[in-house]
Every structure is written in structure tokens, then in C-alpha cells.
T-cell receptor, first 112, second 109 residues
Framework: DTGVSQDPRHKITKRGQNVTFRCDPI?????LYWYRQTLGQGPEFLTY????????KSRLLSDRFSAERPKGSFSTLEIQRTEQGDSAMYLC??????????FGDGTRLSIL | QKEVEQNSGPLSVPEGAIASLNCTYS??????FFWYRQYSGKSPELIMF????GDKEDGRFTAQLNKASQYVSLLIRDSQPSDSATYLC?????????FGTGTSLTVIP
């Protein structure tokens, strides 16, 4: 158990709907990362937070994606106007500095 | 050019053999290197990390780093069927973690 929890585990929604995922790292994780992973690929970086500050965001991330970490603890990732291509596993990872990251179980998103 | 390259496999080894997994990276400034194991449908699980040139051993696992050649490898000794999974190499450059596409390993009983 890495101590990183994600909710929900699975989300099925219709194209065009908005979805929000939550990640709760352990208190020692000053860094929090969001990744997207599709079948046969490695995790693809989306964004990361140092405490409550969003320090970097992938150039591949469209403006339909937004993430927050309001108090430097839990984080949310929202996708607006979902598209078929958004179907993937969304992974959250927590860590300290450049120390190893520890992943949550992920949220599997399916767009109908 | 991708930041991290791995042979996607599949790699098959008999039970008890040594499995050798390789990874190359493009940025000479990369400073931290990790190996994760991922079972089908599950999230990545940390196995090893290495920061300095040379070998680092932990149980049946050995990570090897050669910064001059920009090469990191993972050896699994006495491979077990439970080691069958995809192995992801991750490299830290700046503040970002870059992952390879993973190598699929099958250990045949």
C-alpha cells in the first residue's frame, strides 16, 4: 500500500460530459503528479504540483484539462467536454523532491 | 527522439534464469533512475532506484547505471512466474519523470 488513494476507480461517461478525479497522497508527499496511460504505453506526464503550486503542465495537455491542489494535500483533475480520445487510465503519484514516486491505483476512464 | 527508450519485448525466460531489461535515455543531465513493475490492469509499483554509476542490488534485483553510455538496466535473478509483468524505466530530468513504454516479461514455468 503506497498510501496514495484515487477516486473513483472507474468512471464511465458519455462524450461531452465533464468528469473530475480525486487523488489523496500521504502528508509527506510535497510533490504530486498526474499521468495518463493508454494500453501498451508508459505513463505520460500531464502536470505536477509542489505543495499547492502547479509548477509544470505538459504541452500536450489541452485547455479542457485542469488540475488543482488547493491546500497542498489532495488534488483534483477535471476534464471538460470529454472526447473518445480521453479514454485512458489516469494515474496520480506522490513523492518528495526527486525521490521515487508512489502511484495510486488509478482511475480508469471510459468514454461512450 | 523519445526521452526514454525500452525494447517492448516480449521477453521470455525460463523459471530460474536471469532476466535482463535495458533502457537508454537521451538527456545527459538526467539525475535519477527508477524501475517500476506493472501488472496488467494495475498501477506501476516501484522496484528499484539508482542515482550513481555502478550496480545496486536488492534481493533478486540488480540495477546498473552507466551515465557515460546513458544506459540503465535491471537484472532479475532466479526469475519466478510471479515476475511476469511489464517493467517500466523512469528517468528524472529537471523536475519531470519520463517513462519508457515498458518491456513485457514472461517467466515460463
Amino acid at each position: 500500500d503506497t498510501g496514495v488513494s484515487q477516486d473513483p476507480r472507474h468512471k464511465i461517461t458519455k462524450r461531452g460530459q465533464n468528469v473530475t478525479f480525486r487523488c489523496d497522497p500521504i502528508s509527506e508527499h510535497n510533490r504530486l503528479y498526474w499521468y495518463r496511460q493508454t494500453l501498451g504505453q508508459g505513463p505520460e506526464f500531464l502536470t505536477y504540483f509542489q505543495n499547492e503550486a502547479q509548477l509544470e503542465k505538459s504541452r500536450l495537455l489541452s485547455d479542457r484539462f485542469s488540475a488543482e491542489r488547493p491546500k497542498g494535500s489532495f488534488s483534483t483533475l477535471e476534464i471538460q467536454r470529454t472526447e473518445q480520445g480521453d479514454s485512458a487510465m489516469y494515474l496520480c503519484a506522490g513523492g518528495q523532491g526527486n525521490q521515487p514516486q508512489h502511484f495510486g491505483d488509478g482511475t480508469r476512464l471510459s468514454i461512450l | 527522439q523519445k526521452e526514454v527508450e525500452q525494447n517492448s519485448g516480449p521477453l521470455s525466460v525460463p523459471e530460474g534464469a536471469i532476466a535482463s531489461l535495458n533502457c537508454t535515455y537521451s538527456d545527459r543531465g538526467s539525475q535519477s533512475f527508477f524501475w517500476y513493475r506493472q501488472y496488467s490492469g494495475k498501477s506501476p509499483e516501484l522496484i528499484m532506484f539508482i542515482y550513481s554509476n555502478g550496480d545496486k542490488e536488492d534481493g533478486r534485483f540488480t540495477a546498473q547505471l552507466n551515465k557515460a553510455s546513458q544506459y540503465v538496466s535491471l537484472l532479475i535473478r532466479d526469475s519466478q512466474p510471479s515476475d511476469s509483468a511489464t517493467y517500466l524505466c523512469a528517468v528524472v530530468t529537471g523536475n519531470q519523470f519520463y517513462f519508457g513504454t515498458g518491456t513485457s516479461l514472461t517467466v515460463i514455468p
